[in-house]
């Protein structure tokens, strides 16, 4: 799901910043009957900003990922050279979600139970964030990196060898173990072997015991 443009409004961002406090407080989510009380205002008030629950929702989880979406085109778009454009890409925003988690453990924990209720209406921004890492994907292969491998391929091994950095629910379970600089050892790594052909690890006819 792409964030999109909208004319500014005050009242709007408001009514997303309080519903995300009440959240927070409550631990719970959040209906628009619940944020019209707590700002004193009337549900059709409410309706002129969000259709329904789910909208209030939506804004909610696009407030969470605007920063990300900026993250990721301003490092497709830089003249990094592609190795550092991979480790930005996903350093940037590891560091930028355990500041959440260092600020508040609680509502960081919170967010994810609830995006995970609700996968689907998150679903569309993880597609985007795929979406511009099969552009990074692109860009490494037109350097001859990842050679025969289909972008896809690509795009599945990449995302099962970086999934500690980039999903809030697993940095919620490991963030103690995490850095920087494993996930810049990882990205050598990607860089040093990942190409597409027959594997030496998997070249036996069966698993084998020890």
Request: charged share 25%; net charge negative.
């Amino acid at each position: 799901m792409r964030v999109t443009e909208r004319p500014n409004d005050t009242e709007r961002e408001s009514l997303i910043t309080l519903a995300m406090q009440i959240a927070e407080r409550r631990g719970e989510d959040v209906s628009l009957a619940l944020l019209a009380s707590e700002h004193g205002i009337t549900r059709t008030q409410v309706l002129r900003h969000f259709a329904d629950d789910d909208a209030l929702f939506d804004a909610v989880v696009e407030r969470w990922y605007a920063p990300d979406i900026v993250i990721m085109e301003e490092v497709i778009a830089s003249k990094l050279p592609i190795r550092r454009k991979f480790y930005e890409f996903f350093a940037r925003r590891f560091v930028r979600e355990r500041a959440l988690y260092q600020k508040d453990p609680q509502a960081f924990a919170l967010y994810c139970e609830l995006g995970a209720a609700r996968f689907e209406q998150v679903r569309g921004y993880i597609d985007l964030a795929d979406h511009y890492l099969s552009e990074l994907i692109a860009q490494a292969q037109d350097e001859g990196h990842f050679p025969d491998l289909s972008i896809n391929r690509a795009l599945t091994l990449i995302n099962q060898m970086v999934i500690c950095y980039t999903s809030p629910q697993v940095m919620l379970m490991l963030q103690e173990r995490l850095a920087e600089d494993k996930l810049a050892a990882i990205i050598d790594t990607m860089f040093a072997g990942l190409k597409a052909g027959e594997s030496e690890a998997a070249g036996v006819t069966g698993l084998r015991l020890a």
